[in-house]
């Protein structure tokens, strides 16, 4: 079973600053990583996947993997309210291994 | 992205009766969809795997004469909680995997909840 720890929050961000989200895994074969967004009462929304080290950038989110680490991030830039829900780090080699989530307020 | 819907959205039903969740792919066809519950405020739970034409694989603790799972083509998947118990009442979520370009990717259902009184 691997095991994905993300830091627990909940993290609280102005609108407008930069919302910072860790992860890090413990199975070292893991080959694909992803982030995925859950708003209250709904399922989670596929925002970033990524499958090799370096960055990798969609609009305002950019998702950081080093596999050396075992560490993936993801990056929200200037957040706006409707970017606070719970954010799941994933980690597959086919299962999804999810993080306990981390919870997101953006304040207006 | 690809679009994976479930029907119902949501339902209730009376203790001992069996409920069927349907999960499906619309755009895309999926060989192996996954079902999750999730109780308030904790993360996803893995239930089992289903796989287009063989059985569905369940993961440790979760009882599969309870959770029928039937995955009879490439686009849908059916879970049926047989005599379902106020304690079944939950969010049920399913997956489905894209396999495109030599990468993965699995988008989820928008969820069913589960009521039972």
């Known amino acids: 079973q691997k095991e994905v720890e993300q830091n627990s929050g909940p993290l609280s961000v102005p609108e407008g600053a930069i919302a910072s989200l860790n992860c890090t895994y413990s199975?070292?074969?893991?080959?694909?990583f992803f982030w995925y967004r859950q708003y209250s009462g709904k399922s989670p929304e596929l925002i970033m996947s990524?499958?090799?080290?370096g960055d990798k950038e969609d609009g305002r989110f950019t998702a950081q993997l080093n596999k050396a680490s075992q560490y993936v991030s993801l990056l929200i830039r200037d957040s706006q309210p409707s970017d606070s829900a719970t954010y799941l780090c994933?980690?597959?080699?086919?299962?999804?291994?999810f993080g306990a989530g981390t919870t997101v307020t953006v304040r207006a | 992205g690809a679009v994976v819907s479930q029907h119902p959205s949501w339902v209730i039903c009376k203790s001992g009766t069996s409920v069927k969740i349907e999960c499906r792919s619309l755009?895309?066809?999926?060989?192996?969809m996954f079902w999750y519950r999730q109780f308030p405020k904790q993360s996803l739970m893995l239930m089992a795997t289903?796989?287009?034409?063989?059985?569905?694989?369940?993961e440790q603790g979760v009882e599969k004469d309870k959770f029928l799972i039937n995955h009879a083509s490439l686009t849908l998947s059916t879970l049926t909680v047989t005599s379902a118990h106020p304690e079944d009442s939950s969010f049920y979520i399913c997956?489905?995997?894209?396999?495109?370009?030599?990468?993965?990717?699995?988008?989820f259902g928008p969820g069913t909840r589960l009521t039972v009184t």
């Open positions: 990524i499958y090799s080290n």
């Open positions: 997956s489905a995997i894209l396999l495109a370009g030599g990468s993965y990717e699995q988008y």
């Open positions: 199975d070292r074969v893991s080959q694909s």
């Open positions: 994933a980690v597959a080699d086919y299962k999804l291994s």
């Open positions: 289903s796989n287009e034409g063989s059985k569905a694989t369940y």
């Open positions: 755009d895309f066809q999926a060989t192996t």
